[in-house]
């Protein structure tokens, strides 16, 4: 990524470029093949993985980019929504003007990145993949625009936010199977850091004391119940 970014121009219908970025084949193709009916002048790229985006963002400076979130970092990797997320973060940092749309069925996990979002000066629109073409279309109609839509995140709505170290701790305890003490560890701070953590996460989850056993659960499995619904974790 040390190529510099060159300055996001719009482009006239005829000259349009388009990327995008989906590692599973049929999605693929079934996105290039609606995009190509819907502009039929524009030049529209494919990408597969992170690492191949970025390289065409830098080379075609195109108007849009359509973005899965599980992806590979590179060729022969496993597809991860970090990675998706992680570019979308290089996008936004390297372009700033950017007009992209998310296409994907973990829209959710788009709350992790919310402030770069609010930020972001280009068009950034929402598509679960179960939408109908037409609505997709419609959406990355929008992004042309430099239209901002992303209600179908519920926690983008809600005003949910949380930082960076709670998210390590959510991933550590949930995907890695962590305990507390491992988990501070980890993350070279004090274990009663890491349960100052706990505090903040179900707070802004809305997940209090009174919440223990309830419906048999513990606090620790509701709030990876809510984190997941939230998106927070896969």
Same mark, same amino acid.
């Given at each position: &990524? ?10 006239? %219908? ?30 529209? %790229? ?45 996008? &936004? ?42 609505? &997709? ?18 926690? %983008? ?29 980890? &993350? ?16 802004? %989850? ?29």
């Amino acid at each position: &990524m040390s190529t510099p970014p060159v300055p996001h121009q719009h482009s006239t %219908l005829a000259e349009q470029t388009i990327v995008i970025v989906d590692d599973h084949e049929i999605v693929l193709t079934g996105t290039l093949s609606a995009l190509q009916q819907q502009y039929p002048q524009a030049q529209i %790229l494919t990408a597969q993985t992170a690492q191949e985006a970025i390289a065409q963002v830098q080379q075609f400076n195109p108007d849009l980019v359509v973005v899965d979130l599980s992806i590979p970092e590179t060729a022969g990797e496993t597809a991860q929504t970090e990675h998706g997320l992680r570019l979308l973060r290089d996008l &936004m940092g390297l372009f700033p003007t950017l007009n992209i749309t998310v296409q994907s069925t973990y829209v959710k996990a788009l709350v992790r990145i919310r402030s770069e979002i609010d930020a972001h000066q280009g068009g950034f629109t929402v598509t679960d993949k179960g939408l109908s073409s037409r609505e &997709m279309l419609t959406r990355v109609d929008w992004a042309l625009q430099g239209v901002t839509h992303t209600k179908d995140i519920s926690g %983008l709505q809600a005003g949910l936010e949380v930082k960076p170290e709670w998210l390590t701790v959510l991933s550590l305890a949930f995907q890695e199977g962590l305990q507390d003490k491992t988990i501070a560890q980890r &993350m070279y701070v004090k274990e009663r850091t890491v349960r100052h953590y706990w505090t903040k996460i179900q707070d802004v %989850l809305g997940i209090y004391p009174e919440d223990d056993k309830k419906d048999g659960k513990n606090l620790r499995t509701i709030t990876e119940i809510r984190a997941r619904e939230e998106g927070l974790i896969d």
